[in-house]
């Protein structure tokens, strides 16, 4: 669908512009998706910590039981941060006046923090175990082929998922992807964990401790990496500059304005708020000079859907100020 042509005599002073409903369509779509990925993704991790978990009572094996909890920290964050989407995904309302944006970020801070805790309770109690000399349990030897069979799992959903995000151009779904992918990696390198201790009995427990010590210092890591990913959007970090060519380029596509003075982009969440101030012949009058204001508003939000609000400010333009 072609945007209108916002260059058109306004015939009065224009009104708010929203999304059009393809827009709210393509918004309701990405929940779909996400929501299907999710549960698809909560089905699988659970048939594998069901397996790991039958492992670790066989076997008490630290990386099998260090994998299991990265599994089933999987599931618990696919729920909250699911819940969060869908919440953050709801309109302004009295209460809310910019949106629920927030929601998705705060979410994805705390889960950080659960994570990047777990992570330190099992690297500290695989360090102890390794301390002490405890090597009072055997490796069984087929114990390996359960996180093997998950990597292989893990990779073809990774596969399948990556490729709907490409094709549905949802930033979501190829994070999700990116999720799987990492299961896999710590999933491999568990089997490969176990697959030495079961050639190696007499090294099994140090190798075992060693390799749920690498897990958790992995499940550290991404938790402070996401962590700090999801708290700079709540501290209203500055966006990429390609959003600010974006929206410069849209609000000088309008005839009246000469130069963008100001700009500043907000996210949050799925959506952005911006704040523009352009500059116009300082000779015209208000009238003229507001509805090139309404001009530029609606330009950019039929450019970027995802902006939800957008506050114009306009100056005299002087040659001299540059």
């Known amino acids: 669908m072609n945007p ?9 002073f224009p009104g708010a512009v929203t999304p059009d409903e393809s827009f709210e369509k393509a918004r309701r779509q990405r929940l779909v998706d996400l929501t299907r990925v999710t549960v698809i993704g909560i089905v699988v991790r659970l048939g594998v910590i069901a397996a790991e978990f039958l492992g670790v009572w066989v076997s008490d094996s630290a990386a099998l039981l260090a994998d299991a909890v990265s599994s089933l920290f999987d599931v618990v964050s696919s729920l909250v941060l699911l ?8 309109p302004p309302d009295d209460d809310h006046p910019f949106g629920h944006g927030r929601a998705e970020p705060l979410a994805g801070f705390q889960l950080g923090i659960l994570l990047f805790g777990t992570g330190v309770w099992l690297a500290a109690k695989n360090l102890f175990a390794i301390s002490q000399g405890q090597s009072h349990h055997i490796i069984p030897g087929w114990l390996w082929l359960i996180p093997a069979c998950a990597t292989v799992i893990l990779t073809v959903i990774t596969w399948r998922i990556w490729k709907a995000g490409k ?3 949802s930033s979501a779904l190829q994070a999700e992807a990116m999720h799987f992918q990492i299961d896999a990696v710590t999933s491999l390198l568990t089997a490969g964990t176990l697959l030495a201790a079961a050639l190696l009995p ?3 427990a140090i190798l075992d401790h060693a390799g749920g010590g690498v897990l958790a210092i992995v499940m550290l890591v991404l938790g402070a990496s996401a962590a ?3 708290l700079h959007p709540l501290l209203d970090r500055i966006p990429q500059s390609e959003d600010f060519d974006r929206v410069k380029q849209s609000a000088l596509l309008i005839e009246g304005v000469i130069d963008v ?3 500043r982009i907000q996210h949050a ?4 708020h911006v704040n523009i101030d352009i500059e116009v012949d300082p000779q015209i009058t208000v009238e003229a000079s507001h509805a090139i204001a309404q001009k ?6 039929t450019d970027w859907p995802l902006v939800r609000e957008v506050v114009v400010h306009v100056e005299p333009f002087y040659a001299g100020d540059h």
């Open 4 to 12: 209108p042509d916002l260059r058109e005599p306004v015939g009065g």
């Open 83 to 90: 819940a969060a989407m869908h919440f953050a995904a709801k």
């Open 167 to 169: 094709r549905t151009r």
């Open 202 to 204: 007499e090294f099994s």
């Open 228 to 230: 700090l990913e999801n």
């Open 261 to 263: 003075e100001k700009l």
């Open 269 to 272: 969440g799925p959506d952005a």
């Open 296 to 301: 530029v508003r609606a330009r950019i939000q």
